[in-house]
């Protein structure tokens, strides 16, 4: 049996003409959540993508709290948002998000100074390789800050928005490693295989409450220039990757529609392409092929086939 494409023909071409001709969708700032004077907190807010998160939700005049462990990087984020919103807006935080008690520090000064919360973006990350097999202190370290950290963030922040009168959002950040489980470093792998079930989880839990304002997105994004992919080195920026701010408006606009999976494209790949990798990627389950059939020697050329079968069809 082989696997259909994700979408009907017509769902793809509206998808792929809004990814493509306009990724982009401005914000119109009447939204409940993104919304002047709400507030924003965003953890590994000192560089990339937590970083262009701060300055875009800045822009739509909501307060910002920003956390991180590189106080350097804060304060270079911390300039970018009170040049636009100013110092009475912003609050900075240094924060090691594997430590539950540096994340209620954070929870508590933010209630302290402004009583609620509306988007929490729970991204903070890192990516040292754990093989299968060593590396396991490596592994003990990416667990810590992409799966506890996370959890640390969800725990105690959800558990004081849930009574908040307005509605707001969690924003967990996952990876398509998470999702397609691509060879080279299966700690992060697992990791944000993690944060995809954890925040799958919290979605179904947080909507089958009686009553809750709060929802929960998982935010994939695409290769996208930061410090995690070599911005800090000096070099220029990979043609492939989305800048941070292209992939954290793409995800802002999502949210804004209410979407749980967000799963960014870049300039290397593109929706349709994701798509059709996440279904070969659950046939290996489905179908019994062996694991990690796209990289498999006696299956790589079957893959590319359906990825082109896949793509023609939608032409
Ligand atoms: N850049 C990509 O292509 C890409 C793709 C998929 C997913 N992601 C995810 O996006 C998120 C943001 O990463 P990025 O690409 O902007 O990388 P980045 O390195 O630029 O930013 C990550 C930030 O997290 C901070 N951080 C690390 N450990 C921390 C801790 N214990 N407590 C608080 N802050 C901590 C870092 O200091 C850094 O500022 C990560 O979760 C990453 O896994 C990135």
């Avoid at 944060?195 to 935010?219: G, I, Q």
Wanted: glycine residues 8%.
């Amino acid at each position: 049996m082989s696997l259909s494409i994700p979408n009907s023909r017509a769902q793809s071409r509206t998808r792929s003409s809004r990814a493509f001709e306009a990724p982009i969708t401005p914000l119109d700032g009447v939204h409940p959540v993104f919304h002047d004077g709400r507030v924003a907190v965003i953890t590994g807010a000192a560089c990339g993508i937590g970083q262009a998160a701060a300055v875009e939700l800045a822009k739509l005049g909501l307060k910002i709290a920003i956390a991180d462990v590189d106080e350097a990087g804060l304060a270079e984020t911390a300039k970018l948002v009170s040049d636009i919103i100013g110092q009475s807006n912003l609050l900075v935080i240094p924060t090691d998000v594997s430590k539950k008690e540096q994340v209620e520090n954070l929870r508590d000064k933010v209630y302290e100074a402004w009583a609620e919360v509306a988007v929490l973006v729970n991204n903070a990350g890192i990516g040292p390789i754990g093989k299968s097999w060593e590396g396991l202190d490596n592994w003990h370290k990416v667990f810590d800050v992409n799966v506890f950290g996370v959890l640390n963030v969800q725990q105690i922040f959800v558990s004081s928005m849930l009574p908040q009168e307005n509605p707001s959002v969690i924003i967990n950040t996952g990876s398509k490693q998470g999702i397609t489980n691509p060879p080279g470093n299966a700690a992060y792998n697992a990791s944000k295989a993690a944060v995809k079930s954890l925040t799958e989880s919290l979605s179904h839990e947080l909507r089958n409450l009686p009553y809750a304002n709060v929802t929960a997105h998982l935010f994939v994004p695409g290769w996208t220039w930061s410090g995690l992919t070599g911005s800090k080195t000096g070099a220029e920026r990979h043609p492939g990757t989305w800048t941070a701010s292209e992939t954290v408006l793409y995800m802002l606009d999502k949210v804004r529609r209410g979407q749980f999976y967000i799963i960014c494209p870049d300039n290397e790949t593109r929706t349709e392409v994701d798509q059709l990798r996440i279904m070969w990627a659950a046939g290996d389950v489905a179908e019994g092929r062996p694991a990690l059939s796209r990289w498999h020697k006696d299956y790589k050329s079957l893959f590319e086939e359906y990825v082109k079968d896949g793509l023609e069809s939608l032409d």
